[in-house]
């Protein structure tokens, strides 16, 4: 080790030396430090390293100061959050303990020890609804996630789920039919109150089963009979009573569907019995039926085979005993009706027979009507019209005369056209008709009651018509 005082040896562009003192440029400044206690030792070539240490400066008494008030600002800040985390905590436990008893109360439904009429679904789930806010709230003025509050709105989510579940689940739709049949009553009631149609005037006395009288004069008020028995889920199908003349009239049909296909239809023995979704039949219908356009005719259901221009029939055997193809008919919902799809074939009965309401390409998809053997399925005569029949809603047959509806809103729809197949004259009307859901699924004519029997978005509903006397029979154009 030497002490280094380098004349010979400065590299000048490193440093320099004055007044007898060396020092070396600093860094990137250009600026020189002098240099203290410098030691050194000479390399092989005589150059000298030289080690230093700088003197020390100044204590920072200000950036102290600045750290201490930042400090104190963070200690204010951390203990704001803190206070914040105990209100959440409080927060959270009320949370906690409501959402306790509501998981209580959902698995009290669960296990079923309460009949759901005693249970108010909506009251739960607004409870529920309510809850979700808090949580949501919560979140949002936290800044940031939280592993308790997530966990509890997964939570909450989940419970608002599993009733809705528990509500479509409900076999029997207690609920769901109760709102329902609630709704309907009000309008009902509504419906009853702003009555303001004149008394019907006195007809003469008409016996049902035959045709002394004249064209549909107009129809009542609609009489909702219940929701069908799969629930509100089965928004397609029809049902009725058997509509031979002379059939036994305690015997009621429900036939719903989901969607195209008719796997299955009720029958009731009475009208108390499909009231109260007790004691009934199941009946299969073989190979499927399409769309809603079935009917019963002495004890026998009639409907459009699956995917087939076909009309088959089934006598309560589970299998279909007889399918006939229907001449050029048009099918698989190539001109079903304007609200049911896949209705190409309906099936009408009357005081005079069987019919099948349907059309055909030939006639561009206007109503064709023919007249089917019940045993034979064989057409025995066939009318065509000047009606398309994808604009109408649907179709029914009175006395052998063809009347159409159409929807006017969704509250209403109206008889707006028939084809008399006896004078093979059309002509057009104009006889309001309410219905209490949307859309008409399906509707036909019992001529052992004069009743319309429409299956309305589910629910089963029907009217009374009144007829005009037989002299003023003529079709109005
Ligand atoms: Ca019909």
């Known amino acids: 080790m030497h002490l280094c005082f380098p004349d010979s040896f400065v590299d000048t562009s490193k440093a320099f030396i004055c007044y007898g003192q060396y020092f070396t440029y600093a860094g990137n400044f250009g600026l020189s430090q002098q240099i203290q206690n410098s030691t050194g030792s000479l390399d092989e070539l005589g150059v000298c390293h030289c080690s230093s240490v700088l003197p020390d400066s100044t204590f920072p008494a200000d950036r102290f100061e600045m750290l201490e008030m930042s400090n104190q600002n963070m200690t204010i800040t951390v203990e704001q959050q803190i206070n914040k985390i105990h209100h959440y905590e409080i927060t959270l436990n009320i949370y906690t303990e409501r959402l306790a008893n509501l998981t209580k109360r959902v698995e009290v439904m669960e296990m079923g020890g309460l009949s759901y009429t005693e249970l108010d679904f909506e009251l739960v789930k607004l409870e529920i609804r309510e809850m979700e806010a808090l949580v949501l709230q919560l979140k949002s003025s936290m800044n940031g996630t939280n592993v308790q509050v997530e966990a509890l709105y997964l939570e909450m989510r989940n419970l608002s789920i599993m009733v809705s579940q528990l509500e479509v689940y409900d076999k029997n739709n207690v609920m769901v039919i109760r709102r329902e049949i609630a709704a309907l009553k009000k309008r009902l009631e509504d419906c009853e109150k702003n009555q303001t149609m004149k008394p019907t005037p006195h007809l003469p006395q008409m016996h049902n089963g035959t045709c002394q009288h004249g064209y549909i004069m107009n129809i009542s008020k609609p009489f909702v009979v219940q929701l069908n028995y799969l629930g509100s889920g089965y928004m397609y199908g029809g049902w009725g009573r058997d509509s031979l003349p002379g059939a036994n009239q305690d015997v009621q049909w429900v036939a719903p569907s989901n969607g195209r296909i008719l ?67 048009a099918y698989n919902n190539r001109f079903s009706y304007s609200s049911s799809e896949y209705q190409d074939i309906d099936m009408a009965g009357d005081e005079e027979g069987l019919w099948a309401i349907y059309s055909t390409e030939e006639n561009a998809g206007n109503f064709v009507i023919s007249k089917i053997d019940p045993k034979s399925l064989v057409v025995k005569q066939t009318w065509t019209t000047a009606q398309y029949k994808p604009a109408a809603t649907n179709a029914f047959m009175v006395c052998g005369v063809l009347y159409v509806t159409r929807a006017i809103s969704t509250k209403q729809e109206e008889i707006f056209y028939m084809y008399d197949t006896k004078t093979e004259k059309e002509g057009w009307l104009s006889i309001p008709l309410e219905k209490p859901k949307e859309k008409v699924q399906s509707l036909s004519y019992n001529p052992n009651d004069h009743k319309l029997y429409m299956y309305n978005d589910g629910y089963l509903v029907n009217y009374d018509l009144n007829f005009k006397p037989p002299q003023k029979d003529k079709p109005e154009k």
């Open 263 to 329: 796997y299955s239809y009720r029958i009731y023995n009475t009208y108390n019995d499909l009231l109260i979704y007790k004691y009934f039949t199941d009946n299969n219908t073989g190979n499927y039926g399409q769309g809603g356009g079935m009917i019963m005719f002495n004890k026998t259901m009639y409907f459009n085979c699956y995917e087939s221009r076909s009309i088959c029939k089934n006598s309560q055997g589970n299998k279909v005993e007889l399918s006939v193809n229907l001449p050029n008919a």
